[in-house]
């Protein structure tokens, strides 16, 4: 049976061709699973020569110095830090005609090029479903290929992604992303796997353990800032968990993960081992905008001290994810 529709009011308030002012001033089955730590596996971040970086570099060399004044900014440029679940950081979109086939072409590959092979047809989908395709989409560079730091950015309706050749420090994906899709239908939305698996782990508590993850309220979905080895964080540690409890976890972060290039996910690993591994994750499951008041959490929480991935399921997918070094203050 479908579930309640409800409304989305971060949704309503932009259209699928917003621009931010401030820029013109300046199923789990067939899912590929990636490598976890503890697996023998080389750590290899994205660098300036991985294929979505070299295409990026071929994209901004064949650039008119007109498409670099409207698509291009300084490396340091405040836009490529802000994250929306439905923003363009730039105006031209990827079908307008301020891109010729071949620069089209390229967008396509990078796109293609940052996504594992389930993942770049599962996003096809989304961007189709959400906008119209991914020529309803836009695209951003900060810096140089080349010249020092350096990165690619897609923005739209419930997508944000990125390739940067490894510039961000010590930042998986290059900074945070964004994946989404407006199907209200909870069992037809494309990432309606991911709840089911995550899910997976809350079944598998017992009965203080479940209620410890189960939290009434969520935080803001774009409440995804890294808050570092002192921070607080909700429901329950994976640590306290048993190992086959443990186990399941680590199935469920690769099945989240699968979606990304395997140099992405690498490097998001690396990290979380570098910040005490993943029994410093603590996983949460919200009564809130449970659809259908079926106990099937729809909105849920992964983080620890250098990870957060918030997946807001309700009325439809917002997901954040951020996954870096926090800074220490």
Same mark, same amino acid.
């Given at each position: 049976?479908?579930?309640?529709?409800?409304?989305?009011?971060?949704?309503?308030?932009?259209?699928?061709?917003? #621009? /931010?002012?401030?820029?013109?001033?300046?199923?789990?089955?067939?899912?590929?699973?990636?490598?976890?730590?503890?697996?023998?596996?080389?750590?290899?971040?994205?660098?300036?020569?991985?294929?979505?970086?070299?295409?990026?570099?071929?994209?901004?060399?064949?650039?008119?110095?007109?498409?670099?004044?409207?698509?291009?900014?300084?490396? +340091? %440029? &405040?836009?490529?830090?802000? !994250?929306?679940?439905?923003?363009?950081?730039?105006?031209?979109?990827?079908?307008?005609?301020?891109? +010729?086939?071949?620069?089209?072409?390229?967008?396509? &590959?990078?796109?293609?090029?940052? =996504?594992?092979?389930?993942?770049?047809?599962?996003?096809?989908?989304?961007?189709? @479903?959400?906008?119209?395709? !991914?020529?309803?989409?836009? !695209?951003?560079?900060?810096? &140089?290929?080349?010249?020092?730091?350096?990165?690619?950015? /897609?923005?739209?309706?419930? /997508?944000?992604?990125?390739?940067?050749?490894?510039?961000?420090?010590?930042?998986?994906?290059?900074?945070?992303?964004?994946?989404? %899709?407006?199907?209200?239908?909870?069992?037809?939305?494309? #990432?309606?796997?991911?709840?089911?698996?995550?899910?997976?782990? #809350?079944?598998?508590?017992?009965?203080?353990?479940?209620?410890?993850?189960?939290?009434?309220?969520?935080?803001?979905?774009?409440?995804?800032?890294?808050?570092? &080895?002192?921070?607080? @964080?909700?429901?329950?540690?994976?640590?306290?968990?048993?190992?086959?409890?443990?186990?399941?976890? *680590?199935? =469920?972060?690769?099945?989240?993960?699968?979606?990304?290039?395997?140099?992405?996910?690498?490097?998001?690993?690396?990290?979380?081992? *570098?910040?005490?591994?993943?029994?410093? /994750?603590?996983?949460? #499951?919200?009564?809130?905008?449970?659809?259908? *008041?079926?106990?099937?959490?729809?909105?849920?929480?992964?983080?620890?001290?250098?990870?957060?991935?918030?997946?807001?399921?309700?009325? %439809?997918? %917002?997901?954040? !994810? *951020?996954?870096?070094?926090?800074?220490?203050?």
């Amino acid at each position: 049976m479908k579930r309640a529709s409800q409304k989305c009011s971060d949704c309503d308030q932009l259209d699928r061709r917003s #621009f /931010l002012k401030a820029a013109a001033g300046a199923t789990v089955a067939g899912v590929a699973m990636p490598m976890l730590v503890g697996q023998p596996a080389l750590f290899a971040a994205p660098s300036k020569t991985s294929a979505a970086e070299g295409a990026a570099g071929r994209l901004y060399a064949s650039m008119s110095a007109d498409q670099k004044k409207q698509i291009c900014f300084a490396f +340091n %440029h &405040e836009l490529r830090n802000k !994250i929306n679940a439905n923003w363009h950081i730039t105006k031209p979109s990827v079908g307008d005609d301020f891109y +010729n086939k071949d620069q089209k072409a390229l967008i396509n &590959e990078i796109v293609k090029n940052v =996504t594992s092979a389930d993942g770049y047809e599962r996003l096809k989908k989304q961007m189709e @479903f959400d906008s119209g395709g !991914i020529d309803e989409y836009s !695209i951003a560079m900060f810096g &140089e290929p080349g010249s020092g730091a350096f990165e690619w950015e /897609l923005t739209g309706r419930h /997508l944000t992604l990125r390739a940067d050749g490894d510039s961000g420090d010590k930042a998986a994906f290059g900074g945070p992303i964004v994946y989404g %899709h407006g199907e209200e239908d909870p069992k037809q939305n494309l #990432f309606y796997y991911q709840t089911q698996q995550v899910n997976e782990v #809350f079944k598998a508590l017992d009965a203080k353990q479940s209620q410890q993850a189960l939290v009434a309220t969520a935080p803001k979905e774009d409440a995804v800032k890294l808050q570092g &080895e002192k921070g607080t @964080f909700p429901g329950i540690a994976v640590g306290q968990l048993s190992a086959d409890q443990k186990q399941l976890v *680590n199935k =469920t972060l690769q099945v989240l993960l699968a979606p990304y290039r395997q140099e992405d996910v690498d490097e998001a690993m690396e990290i979380v081992k *570098n910040s005490g591994g993943t029994d410093k /994750l603590h996983m949460a #499951f919200y009564q809130q905008g449970d659809l259908g *008041n079926d106990k099937t959490w729809d909105i849920w929480r992964v983080e620890g001290p250098s990870f957060v991935w918030h997946f807001r399921g309700a009325p %439809h997918v %917002h997901a954040y !994810i *951020n996954i870096g070094m926090a800074k220490q203050s």
